[in-house]
């Protein structure tokens, strides 16, 4: 079945510093989606694709449709403390019903 | 906007009771609806699709007898968990979509159940 591997499975990196995750996937997909999830809360769109190739900003996220359309790319500049969560990486299948399967996420601890 | 509810935010019952979780989309109508289970330390994964007005659609594994799904209108589904069991203890996420097939999935807070 499809599956969407993340890497790295955790990070620990100090304030200010710069994040760099990926996501990658056995089969093509036409839209890229991330998620950001808080602890014991729902996740939370950060960013979505719709074309291969496709470089979106949103603040301090930027996120990259892969040429390929199997691989994701999601950066965080100057790293601070609430940027602290898992970060999923998510795709829609199954045809019209738009179904959405999640990546393992990366887990991100910001060290103030 | 794109707000979605769920309660309880968390309930705790004993092995062999059921437990109702809603799912609300406060301002849009959402013609579908999407329950999620989220093990700990684990990503999402997909339980089942509601429509409203129709039967839900489960995936592969998932019982559609211990899992009762009702969307009976364009803002509220509900995910019955019938005769719980500890293993059934996890996190469950609703999400919803409006009408356009590329428009997001909004998603709840989750439910924590645990079951004794």
């Not at chain 1, 829609?92 to 399967?101: D, E, F």
């Not at chain 2, 059921?18 to 999620?36: G, H, N, P």
Request: charged content about 15%.
């Amino acid at each position: 079945g499809q599956q969407l591997n993340q890497s790295p499975q955790s990070m620990f990196i100090q304030e200010g510093e710069d994040v760099s995750m990926n996501c990658t996937s056995s089969s093509i997909f036409n839209t890229w989606l991330w998620y950001k999830q808080d602890p014991g809360e729902g996740p939370v769109l950060l960013i979505a694709l719709y074309k291969a190739g496709e470089l979106t900003s949103n603040g301090r996220l930027t996120a990259q449709f892969g040429i390929t359309r199997k691989d994701s790319f999601l950066n965080i500049s100057a790293s601070i403390p609430s940027d602290v969560g898992i970060y999923f990486c998510a795709g829609p299948y199954g045809g019209a019903t738009n179904k959405l399967i999640f990546g393992t996420g990366t887990l991100l601890a910001v060290q103030p | 906007g794109a707000v979605v509810s769920q309660h309880p935010s968390r309930v705790i019952c004993k092995s062999g009771t059921s437990v109702k979780i809603e799912c609300r989309s406060l301002d849009f109508q959402a013609t579908t609806m999407f329950w999620y289970r989220q093990f700990p330390k684990q990503s999402l994964m997909l339980m089942a699709t509601s429509n409203e007005g129709s039967k839900a659609t489960y995936e592969q594994g998932v019982e559609k007898d211990k899992f009762l799904i009702n969307h009976a209108s364009l803002t509220l589904s509900t995910l019955t968990v019938t005769s719980a069991h500890p293993e059934d203890s996890s996190f469950y996420i609703c999400s919803a979509r409006g009408d356009s097939s590329r428009e997001t999935q909004y998603f709840g807070p989750g439910t924590r159940l645990l079951v004794l």
